[in-house]
């Protein structure tokens, strides 16, 4: 990733109002945006509880605010991987942990998962790969699927069940109810 805008790493000198309205902001944003992707930089901080002014002075343009959105996203992703590897544990738990916290990066911020734009989460990616290979080389993780096959089966029933979390049309499950089905059906079926 990389580390030169302000979007993508709280500066160590943002005062804890000024990051709390910032994630307020993102939050919001990502909700709005995903609902009416026309909504106006109004809505977005009536939503937010916070100015429009307050909107503007961190993201100039609808882009710069989608851009952050996508970079916090980003940044919370890495963070859950290190949290759910941390533990130690195999690969098929700590896959399941990640699918639970990454269902609650999705819910948060549901715009990433209908954006096109691409962000640098390649390197992550490549993490969560090398996790799936290592489980495999363990006999942990079924081999007779190929690792990418495995990747997009995860990430893509992950997408799959939050987007069918926001239609209002179908019975509301919170993130974690999501996160923990899916990664009984993904991890269990990943399992040698």
Do not use: C, K, W
């Not at 302000?6 to 995903?34: G, Y």
């Not at 009536?46 to 996203?73: F, H, K, N, S």
């Not at 989460?121 to 990418?148: H, K, P, W, Y």
Request: avoid cysteine.
């Amino acid at each position: 990733m990389s580390t030169g805008t302000p979007a993508e790493q709280p500066a160590p000198d943002l005062r804890s109002d000024a990051r709390r309205n910032q994630r307020r902001i993102l939050l919001a944003a990502a909700r709005v945006l995903a609902d009416d992707p026309a909504a106006s930089m109004q809505r977005v901080a009536d939503e937010a509880q916070v100015a429009r002014p307050t909107v503007y002075r961190r993201y100039p343009t609808r882009e710069a605010l989608v851009e952050a959105i996508g970079q916090e996203a980003a940044l919370e992703f890495a963070a859950a991987l290190e949290h759910a590897r941390a533990a130690g544990d195999g690969a098929a738990a700590t896959l399941a942990r990640l699918i639970r916290e990454l269902a609650r990066i999705g819910a948060d911020y549901p715009i990433v998962l209908q954006s096109p734009h691409a962000h640098d989460t390649g390197e992550l990616v490549a993490r969560v790969d090398e996790l799936i290979v290592g489980g495999q080389a363990a006999g942990e993780l079924r081999a007779d699927v190929d690792s990418d096959v495995l990747r997009h089966a995860l990430f893509g029933a992950l997408s799959a069940g939050l987007r069918l979390a926001r239609d209002p049309a179908l019975p509301q499950v919170d993130s974690d109810a999501i996160g923990m089905q899916i990664a009984a059906l993904v991890v269990d079926g990943m399992r040698a």
